[in-house]
């Protein structure tokens, strides 16, 4: 399968502070990419998508790095709130594209 | 507004017992997914769907069995349960040419 990995497994920062989650892949053919946040006893919740034409893109409060030559991917999160704590997932779409294959995540905890 | 659900969200079960998880979508999405999520692993990817009486192996199928009559419904049967099959199961979808999957809720299933 596919190794779509997380430098951190978790990350503490302070309200208000930005967050930077990193997540590093495997499969040069994969062309589109998803983070996604799970809060605690629910599912996993789409945030971003970027496609490898892009090297960025910026949501509300969120942006997406992608740097294809090392194969890394990152998400930024501006003035993080206590909301944001969960745990957030890279996912790549591998070969096929009907197949995603996701990280092992990173607990992102926001302290007031 | 429904969306994608799961039934039950919690099931304990005895090993060598038969097992099935609902998932109903209100979407109308044709692809529809099930993924088991466990610690160290992240999602990894079961069966999926791309329309009704179309499915596919995963990374992950062995001990699982799938369906889709209706485009609505993709239940997913353990015909003999294990230990190793406790985990936590997610039924996602998504629309034919986009790549955005929809999480469920999830259901925390146990084998003893």
């Known amino acids: 399968g596919e190794s779509v990995g997380l430098h951190l497994p978790t990350l503490s920062v302070q309200e208000g502070d930005n967050s930077i989650i990193n997540c590093a892949y495997s499969n040069s053919a994969s062309d589109y990419f998803i983070w996604y946040k799970q809060e605690s006893g629910k599912g996993p919740q789409f945030i971003i998508d970027?496609?490898?034409?892009?090297d960025k893109r910026q949501g509300q409060r969120v942006t997406v790095l992608l740097n294809k030559t090392v194969k890394h991917l990152s998400l930024q999160i501006a003035a993080t709130q206590p909301g944001d704590s969960a745990v957030y997932f890279c996912a790549e779409n591998g070969d096929t594209g009907n197949q995603f294959y996701f990280g092992t995540g990173t607990s992102l905890t926001v302290i007031p | 507004d429904a969306g994608i659900t799961q039934s039950p969200r919690y099931k304990i079960t005895e090993t060598g017992r038969q097992v099935t998880l609902m998932c109903h979508q209100t979407?109308?999405?044709?692809?529809m997914f099930w993924y088991r999520q466990d610690l160290g692993h992240g999602l990894r990817l079961i069966y999926y769907s791309a329309a009704a009486d179309i499915t596919d192996k995963g990374e992950v199928p062995d001990g699982y069995v799938v369906s889709r009559s209706k485009t609505e419904n993709f239940p997913l049967t353990l015909e003999s349960a294990t230990r190793s099959q406790t985990s936590v199961y997610f039924c996602?979808?998504?629309?034919?040419?986009?790549?955005?999957?929809?999480f469920g809720p999830g259901t925390r299933l146990t084998v003893l």
């Open positions: 970027i496609r490898s034409n892009m």
């Open positions: 979407w109308s999405h044709s692809y």
């Open positions: 996602a979808s998504r629309l034919e040419y986009t790549d955005t999957q929809y």
